[in-house]
């Protein structure tokens, strides 16, 4: 057995572990480049899964499922922006809360359907594509929602970069007064960019209960939804960065598994510990070229309108 | 005035919303209620299981108002209980106990430096190299809770519990003294000794050194107050104090080491986050509220027993709360003034 077969595997393993965490944190990237940061990632996610594997079970249509998830976490978003940008409350502990309600709510109305199996979303072997060697099998040899992540990418990129929308976008973040002095609607950025952030967090949520798995795990998201949050500090608000963080990511959960699969005489918890510390590390190095990745002037910041000067 | 109707309030409503969460798992929440209001006051045995579960968060609470106080998001306690535990643990398993008054002494001692010590980390990450604490001290609670689980799948397992993963029972002089045939212990009057040091401290050249560090860090260090030194030795006792709560769990409740010694659904750590919030960073705040959270502890639990409702409903009213406390806070920032039309076109 050559080096790339054995690589092979985890590579196609590594893009699937990484998608949650990619999907999740290009929507943490547009909340924190409006201005608000939005710590409910994780309990958005597992309202998501929850939400994407209950549609899945009850009525057979995936599509159904993933707009379940997408609209739930966006609802969960939708409480944050209220709090944060309506009323203008700490966004740590609202997040913190949005946090612990999904965990609450989750593991209360997922009590029901734990080991239960749902119809997940099956492998699409795209044609052409998937009989290049070596990497068709990583790359194109996977679910319909990792080929979605790969057009989120570029397209999260562009938005915020090659669009007026971005500008406003960055704009909000960054001096929301003076975004408001050329008219742009701050609130409604805000709203928008944290309830999108929000529905993609349901979609990442979703793509573990009814693609990487497809049962429903009380907690399932395990801190997934920090790490992303911890990605986006470290891709310095890049989308590009993101997918870079997020397959690395993904790379070491898969290698991770592998090794505790094949049985390598380290311990299974400090194994599934790796990914946590190395998020740590991650954080460590991000803060240590603040110069070049500083994060958007007024993110945590609530903006008064009527305290506008002139 | 507003000051105790908007948490008031928030608790109304949040147990509203947790009564439609019950309703829309088919049970009827007024039933539900009672039965966790019985369950939980009904008997001086439930009272005292309240105030068993308030230990744990009083701890726990008091740390993170601490880190709060100082200007540091201590979203770690949950890790912190772990290590806690831990210390404590090792201690026993150790026999490291003092000739005559046993253990508890040294599993205090443990416990705090544990505790502490797994807060040294983010602190230390922050102060020194700019590290946001917030995901720091967050991450650090998973790994200290697979740390702790290691211990008890491998080297630290009872072999005489078959698989279970937990350690032997503590022995005597290493469990904290009941009272009556309650399982309340002293960790609870512990934890009211703390609450009550605290005012002491804010009497203090090093208690106001904290505060002022918290509110402003550059007329902290303007007045010569070393900022760094203050946020770090805060951050590290509120550690402590936290590991101090997984001490007393270990001690005064399982006597032993086991897994989930916080309850997973709705772990004391992140409770502790809610306790010194909902305390407005005020050490009686911290007694009352964690007392209050108690009841829907054990409310929960009684729940679960009668009706099969998984507990994690204490969770959803706890996040309620905070959610509507956070939202009811813009009417004390605020005030509704009648304003009369002329005066008001003189004005502008």
Same mark, same amino acid.
């Given at each position: 057995?050559?080096?790339? &077969?054995? $690589?092979?595997?985890?590579? +196609? ?31 958005? #996610?597992?309202?998501?899964? =929850? ?9 057979? &249509? ?28 700490? +966004? ?12 609450? =709510?989750? !593991? ?7 080991? +239960? ?20 099998? @990583?790359?194109?040899?996977? &679910? ?7 057009? =989120? ?5 562009? @938005? ?38 929000? $529905?993609? $967090?349901?979609?990442?949520? $979703? ?7 497809? #049962?429903?795990?009380?907690? #399932? ?7 992303? =949050?911890?990605?986006?500090?470290? !891709? ?19 290698? +991770?598994?592998? #090794? ?7 311990? @299974? ?42 | ?93 150790? *026999? ?18 544990? *505790? ?8 230390? /990450? ?49 469990? /904290? ?82 897994? *989930? ?26 007694? /009352?509220?964690?007392?209050?959270? *108690? ?7 009684? /729940? ?45």
């Amino acid at each position: 057995m050559s080096l790339l &077969d054995l $690589a092979g595997p985890i590579l +196609q393993a590594a893009i699937r572990a990484g998608t949650p965490l990619l999907i999740a944190a290009v929507g943490e990237v547009f909340a924190e480049r409006a201005g608000v940061l939005n710590l409910g990632v994780e309990g958005m #996610m597992l309202v998501g899964a =929850l939400a994407g594997f209950l549609s899945s079970f009850f009525i057979p &249509d995936l599509t159904a499922a993933l707009i379940a998830a997408m609209v739930f976490g966006g609802l969960a978003a939708a409480i944050h922006a209220y709090l944060t940008v309506t009323l203008r409350s700490e +966004q740590v502990v609202s997040g913190l809360a949005i946090t612990l309600l999904g965990v609450g =709510l989750t !593991s209360f109305f997922g009590r029901a359907v734990i080991g +239960q199996v749902a119809r997940g979303i099956e492998i699409y072997r795209v044609p052409v594509l998937s009989e290049i060697p070596f990497l068709g099998r @990583v790359f194109f040899q996977q &679910d319909a929602l990792v080929y979605v992540s790969y057009l =989120l990418i570029p397209a999260a990129w562009a @938005v915020l970069y090659k669009t007026h929308l971005g500008l406003n976008i960055r704009a909000v973040g960054e001096n929301p007064e003076a975004a408001d002095a050329l008219g742009v609607n701050v609130a409604a950025t805000k709203y928008g960019c944290v309830i999108a952030g929000g $529905a993609l $967090a349901g979609l990442a949520g $979703a793509y573990l209960s009814l693609a990487y798995t497809t #049962m429903w795990v009380d907690q #399932m998201t395990a801190g997934r939804g920090w790490i992303a =949050l911890a990605l986006v500090v470290f !891709s310095g608000w890049n989308p590009l960065m993101v997918a870079a963080g997020a397959y690395l990511f993904g790379g070491m959960e898969a290698l +991770q598994l592998r #090794m505790q699969a094949v049985g390598t005489g380290l311990s @299974v918890h400090f194994l599934t510990m790796t990914p946590y510390l190395v998020t740590i590390l991650f954080l460590v190095n991000a803060s240590q070229r603040r110069r070049k990745s500083r994060p958007p002037a007024s993110l945590g910041v609530p903006y008064f309108r009527e305290e506008r000067k002139g | 005035m507003l000051l105790y109707v908007v948490p008031l309030l928030s608790i109304a409503l949040a147990l509203l919303v947790g009564g439609a969460v019950i309703a829309a798992a088919g049970a009827n929440p007024l039933r539900a209620y009672s039965q966790m209001i019985l369950g939980a006051l009904g008997s001086l045995h439930s009272v005292a299981e309240v105030l068993v579960k308030s230990t744990p968060l009083m701890l726990a609470g008091l740390g993170v108002m601490l880190a709060f106080r100082v200007g540091f998001w201590n979203i770690g306690a949950e890790g912190q209980l772990y290590m806690g535990a831990f210390g404590a643990t090792l201690v026993v398993l150790q *026999g490291w106990s003092l000739p005559g008054i046993g253990f508890l002494p040294t599993m205090v001692v443990a416990a705090v430096v544990a *505790g502490g010590c797994w807060a040294l980390i983010p602190a230390l /990450l922050k102060v020194r190299l700019n590290t946001n604490e917030i995901l720091t001290t967050l991450l650090l609670n998973y790994v200290a809770i697979l740390f702790v689980e290691y211990f008890l799948f491998g080297p630290w397992k009872d072999p005489l519990t078959l698989n279970f993963p937990m350690t032997k029972l503590f022995p005597h002089d290493a469990q /904290l003294p009941r009272f009556g045939d309650t399982r309340l212990h002293w960790g609870f009057v512990l934890a009211i000794m703390l609450a009550a040091g605290f005012y002491l401290l804010e009497r203090t050249r090093w208690g106001f050194a904290i505060t002022v560090t918290g509110e402003n860090p550059r007329a902290a260090a303007y007045a010569g107050i070393d900022v760094l030194r203050t946020l770090v030795i805060a951050v590290v006792i509120s550690g402590g104090l936290a590991g101090l709560a997984g001490m007393v769990e270990v001690a005064g409740i399982q006597l032993r080491l086991v897994t *989930g010694i916080s309850p997973p659904n709705a772990p004391y750590g992140y409770t502790a986050i809610i306790v010194a919030w909902l305390a407005r960073r005020r050490p009686l705040g911290v007694i /009352l509220v964690s007392i209050l959270l *108690g009841v829907l502890y054990v409310g929960g639990e009684v /729940l679960q027993i009668e009706t099969k409702l998984p507990t994690a409903i204490v969770l959803v009213v706890q996040a309620m709360i905070l959610l509507f406390i956070l939202g009811g806070q813009v009417l004390t920032r605020y005030r509704v003034a009648l304003v009369r039309e002329e005066s008001r076109s003189v004005a502008a």
